[in-house]
């Protein structure tokens, strides 16, 4: 009698961790996204820093921001609130920065925050880079709004296993 009640609650357990990992993967594109980013505005710092320029604030400030949003995403493991604002508000304000650098990289501010760019092709390559940037902030904003609606795939397969299992 008691090996029965020990295979019900082991199975109970798993049950209970598999919902659980799949509420953490809803969230696993950002969580990459932010990384990329994280890594992307660390080595834009540590450039600028071996440059001695001061606009490398920028990118300490983002390094930062970064960090805080993939602390976040670390929590959705525990945490199975559908929103998640420092993400959200990371991924507005790096649209922003993105948007402005490519301004930024036609002025002469361009000198300042690139200065290891030395001709007009490297200008397009660093744009094409940031304005691939700007698409990824974009598609992870629309993960989060269909997450914090309840309209990914997700959702569905969550129900679907809670239902079934």
């Known amino acids: 009698m008691l090996n029965k009640f020990?295979?019900?609650s082991v199975a109970e357990k798993k049950k209970a961790d598999s919902i659980k990992y799949l509420y953490f993967s809803?969230?696993?594109?950002?969580?990459?996204?932010?990384?990329?980013?994280?890594?992307?505005?660390?080595?834009w710092l540590l450039v600028l820093t071996q440059y001695q320029r001061w606009l490398g604030i920028i990118s300490g400030i983002m390094t930062i921001l970064a960090a805080i949003a993939a602390i976040e995403q670390l929590t959705k493991?525990?945490?199975?609130?559908?929103?998640?604002p420092a993400t959200r508000y990371y991924f507005w304000?790096?649209?922003?920065?993105?948007?402005?650098?490519?301004?930024?990289?036609?002025s002469p501010?361009?000198?300042?925050?690139?200065?290891?760019?030395?001709?007009?092709?490297?200008?397009?390559?660093?744009?094409?880079?940031?304005l691939i940037g700007i698409l990824l902030c974009y598609l992870c904003e629309r993960r989060i709004r269909n997450i914090r609606v309840g309209k990914d795939k997700y959702q569905k397969l969550i129900a679907t296993f809670k239902k079934n299992n």
């Open 6 to 8: 020990q295979s019900k």
């Open 26 to 43: 809803r969230y696993l594109m950002l969580r990459y996204i932010v990384i990329i980013f994280l890594f992307t505005n660390l080595f």
């Open 77 to 84: 493991m525990h945490n199975r609130k559908r929103d998640v």
């Open 93 to 106: 304000l790096q649209i922003g920065v993105n948007a402005g650098l490519v301004c930024c990289a036609f």
């Open 109 to 130: 501010l361009k000198d300042q925050l690139f200065p290891f760019l030395s001709n007009m092709s490297s200008v397009y390559l660093i744009c094409a880079f940031l």
